[in-house]
């Protein structure tokens, strides 16, 4: 039995594919008698999880009789073993955690969550809320509280309310450029680790995640084990960085093909060109063996032929479907939230981005053929995106 407000947290940090979630699940066939609530990226592993583990019955929230969280909530009162996703981890209350409170579940995160987010409110309601006093800032001196009286359902900032009394909203003075202004940011639950027996994360590169940064703002400790799942061979040779200065020429710019990408149609275009040729001529490949992303917003505006039923999010993790595809095409150039940088690096932590963009880069990769050992072909435009890969490849 932990002490009271102790928090044991152990990270798994092993490659994708190396078998950390066979492992936990190995763990928990061999603990049948404690309960589990087990938090993944997607539904297809909950089902994974239900289906490996059948003696722990493990029970998915569903909305059908009100919220996915009431439902979670009737089920950790049941003393259920639960699986569900990172989204709904993000909507749990200090309600929710006083349920979790001497129920003694442990926490399985199958990928680190984003614990920190911008949160998107106009800057006149910000100075709504301010100016008319509805909200102050705690004793932290960056924590918002609410100081008028509970607002109607469905009024205006009822939704900030309701974040605000579960402490999920802090205040950041951002300064960008010359321009001071004030941004919020949602911050997951205070005490939600807290809540647990012990919290088990299975991820790769935890050092370059937001959540180790939140961990440290917070004094949250934590160990990390790398040798346990840590495979014996190597990786990088099996990825074919396309190095051809004709294609690459469109990202030789540090920060080209960043989220801007979408106002700029014409590089667009080029870039559908580029990718139609790599995935043509350069490696011709059948196009269900492709796969490609790109910001979401400037996919219709690329297009590349052929490639119409290969795009796949650029924050796909922890899935095994797509093993069959062998060339890639990663178009873009990834770089934190500036607000969420500025404000953990306020907070007096590290921020590693180019190991965060690196590890956003390795999930998506690492969807396709390379996770059973096969070789890929993967163009990479970005010159700083490509640099972080080939580096990767050369000591991995």
Same mark, same amino acid.
């Given at each position: 039995?932990?002490?009271?407000?102790?928090?044991?947290?152990?990270?798994?940090?092993?490659?994708?594919?190396?078998?950390?979630?066979?492992?936990?699940?190995?763990?928990?066939?061999?603990?049948?008698?404690?309960?589990?609530?087990?938090?993944?990226?997607?539904?297809?592993?909950?089902?994974?999880?239900?289906?490996?583990?059948?003696?722990?019955?493990?029970?998915?929230?569903?909305?059908?009789?009100?919220?996915?969280?009431?439902?979670?909530?009737?089920?950790?009162?049941?003393?259920?073993?639960?699986?569900?996703?990172?989204?709904?981890?993000?909507?749990?209350?200090?309600?929710?955690?006083?349920?979790?409170?001497?129920?003694?579940?442990?926490?399985?995160?199958?990928?680190?969550?984003?614990?920190?987010?911008?949160?998107?409110?106009?800057?006149?309601?910000?100075?709504?809320?301010?100016?008319?006093?509805?909200?102050?800032?705690?004793?932290?001196?960056?924590?918002?509280?609410?100081?008028?009286?509970?607002?109607?359902?469905?009024?205006?900032?009822?939704?900030?309310?309701?974040?605000?009394?579960?402490?999920?909203?802090?205040?950041?003075?951002?300064?960008?450029?010359?321009?001071?202004?004030?941004?919020?940011?949602?911050?997951?639950?205070?005490?939600?680790?807290? &809540?647990?027996?012990?919290?088990?994360?299975?991820?790769?590169?935890?050092?370059?995640?937001?959540?180790? &940064?939140?961990?440290?703002?917070?004094?949250? &400790?934590?160990?990390?084990?790398?040798?346990?799942?840590?495979?014996?061979?190597?990786?990088?040779?099996?990825?074919?960085?396309?190095?051809?200065?004709?294609?690459?020429?469109?990202?030789?710019?540090?920060?080209?093909?960043?989220?801007?990408?979408?106002?700029?149609?014409?590089?667009?275009?080029?870039?559908?060109?580029?990718?139609?040729?790599?995935?043509?001529?350069?490696?011709?490949?059948?196009?269900?063996?492709?796969?490609?992303?790109?910001?979401?917003?400037?996919?219709?505006?690329?297009?590349?032929?052929?490639?119409?039923?290969?795009?796949?999010?650029?924050?796909?993790?922890?899935?095994?479907?797509?093993?069959?595809?062998?060339?890639?095409?990663?178009?873009?150039?990834?770089?934190?939230?500036?607000?969420?940088?500025?404000?953990?690096?306020?907070?007096?932590?590290?921020?590693?981005?180019?190991?965060?963009?690196?590890?956003?880069?390795?999930?998506?990769?690492?969807?396709?053929?390379?996770?059973?050992?096969? &070789?890929?072909?993967?163009?990479?435009?970005?010159?700083?995106?490509?640099?972080?890969?080939?580096?990767?490849?050369?000591?991995?």
């Amino acid at each position: 039995m932990k002490e009271e407000n102790e928090t044991i947290i152990k990270v798994y940090d092993a490659v994708m594919g190396s078998g950390k979630t066979t492992y936990i699940i190995e763990q928990m066939n061999k603990n049948k008698e404690e309960k589990y609530i087990y938090i993944t990226p997607n539904i297809d592993e909950c089902i994974r999880i239900t289906e490996a583990c059948p003696e722990l019955e493990f029970k998915q929230p569903s909305n059908e009789k009100g919220t996915k969280l009431k439902d979670l909530q009737k089920l950790v009162e049941n003393e259920e073993n639960i699986t569900s996703t990172h989204a709904l981890l993000t909507h749990f209350t200090t309600e929710t955690l006083e349920l979790l409170k001497n129920r003694n579940y442990h926490l399985v995160l199958d990928e680190a969550i984003e614990p920190c987010v911008k949160y998107r409110i106009e800057a006149t309601d910000i100075e709504m809320l301010f100016d008319s006093g509805y909200v102050g800032i705690r004793n932290d001196g960056i924590t918002l509280e609410w100081l008028k009286a509970r607002p109607e359902y469905n009024s205006k900032f009822f939704c900030e309310y309701k974040l605000i009394q579960n402490q999920n909203l802090v205040m950041f003075d951002f300064n960008n450029s010359s321009k001071n202004k004030k941004v919020f940011i949602w911050e997951m639950t205070k005490g939600l680790f807290e &809540s647990f027996m012990t919290t088990t994360i299975l991820t790769y590169q935890f050092d370059g995640s937001i959540l180790r &940064s939140y961990f440290d703002i917070k004094n949250i &400790s934590y160990t990390v084990d790398t040798q346990r799942l840590s495979r014996p061979m190597k990786l990088g040779h099996l990825i074919n960085v396309c190095i051809h200065d004709g294609i690459n020429k469109i990202g030789k710019h540090k920060q080209s093909l960043a989220s801007s990408l979408k106002k700029d149609p014409k590089k667009c275009a080029e870039l559908g060109r580029n990718i139609y040729n790599f995935t043509s001529n350069l490696v011709p490949t059948a196009s269900n063996q492709i796969m490609w992303t790109s910001f979401k917003d400037a996919r219709p505006k690329i297009k590349p032929k052929g490639c119409a039923k290969g795009f796949l999010p650029h924050n796909l993790k922890a899935t095994n479907k797509y093993g069959e595809k062998t060339t890639l095409i990663y178009a873009l150039n990834r770089y934190m939230d500036v607000p969420v940088k500025k404000y953990l690096e306020s907070q007096g932590v590290n921020v590693n981005e180019d190991l965060w963009a690196l590890n956003e880069m390795l999930q998506w990769i690492f969807r396709s053929a390379i996770r059973n050992d096969k &070789s890929i072909n993967i163009y990479v435009p970005n010159i700083r995106m490509r640099k972080l890969l080939l580096d990767w490849c050369e000591v991995n």
